[in-house]
């Protein structure tokens, strides 16, 4: 277990619950606005808004707030979002790399500084940090949908490049631009994922000390917890001793 999962496992531990729930709505629904405003209202034609749509309701969130996130992206009323991603380090050389969806770049980009800033990170430019990373296309079924052996054989007929099953779930990855066709045909077998998303996989983990572990993931929750933000993706490895320590 490393990074991005490191980091929602020991946010969990924490008890974190009622903060984390009231944050994904207002994810959820942006996704659902920014997803309708790049394509057709349509999901049937519009993989990413079926995908925004599949979440939302896996959240159960309810049908009228879906409708007019989707509205409000093609036009309607309402504030419209920009995509914008923040690159940074973190305690311990950690590469990070933020996105948000906002209507006030000004804000957003102030606030995530102010994060980097207090909790021993410092943030980049553009690219700064992205080179460490690939660009890759990610699908979450649960577990109880197939068995690791039968996903996997799903995710390469389907034209995936790896598969990793754990009783939390299955974490399917591809190629950026193959996510719409290998969430089709994972779907055709298995009905709508959890999550489908572009993001970010490191190419390589930074193993963090334990006295770095505190301050990096200090970082990482300031981060998570600002509204603007969508994913918080960073490649370090910390060990199962420091992550006990952090969540007790």
């Not at 994810?27 to 599949?54: H, M, T, W």
């Not at 410092?122 to 990610?138: D, H, I, K, P, Y």
């Not at 039968?150 to 950026?176: N, Q, R, T």
Request: one cysteine or more.
């Amino acid at each position: 277990m490393a990074g991005h999962s490191q980091f929602k496992n020991i946010m969990h531990r924490k008890g974190r619950q009622d903060r984390v729930k009231a944050q994904l709505f207002t994810r959820l629904q942006r996704e659902v606005q920014v997803a309708s405003k790049s394509g057709l209202p349509d999901p049937a034609f519009n993989p990413r808004l079926r995908a925004a749509i599949q979440a939302a309701k896996a959240a159960n969130m309810p049908r009228d707030n879906i409708d007019r996130a989707i509205k409000r992206g093609q036009g309607g009323d309402g504030e419209s979002y920009d995509e914008v991603r923040y690159e940074g380090y973190g305690p311990g050389g950690v590469a990070v790399i933020v996105e948000a969806l906002t209507d006030n770049r000004n804000r957003t980009a102030s606030s995530v500084r102010s994060s980097f800033g207090k909790h021993g990170g410092a943030l980049g430019e553009t690219n700064s940090v992205s080179f460490q990373f690939n660009r890759v296309g990610q699908i979450n079924y649960p577990a109880k949908v197939a068995s690791a052996d039968e996903m996997l054989e799903a995710a390469v007929e389907a034209g995936a490049e790896d598969c990793e099953s754990s009783p939390d779930g299955h974490e399917i990855i591809c190629a950026a631009d193959e996510l719409a066709a290998v969430q089709e045909k994972l779907e055709a077998r298995f009905g709508p994922p959890e999550q489908a998303v572009l993001t970010w996989k490191p190419q390589t983990l930074v193993p963090v000390d334990d006295d770095r572990a505190e301050a990096l993931f200090k970082l990482l929750e300031a981060l998570d917890d600002n509204d603007d933000v969508q994913r918080v993706i960073a490649n370090f490895e910390v060990s199962e001793a420091a992550l006990a320590r952090l969540a007790g």
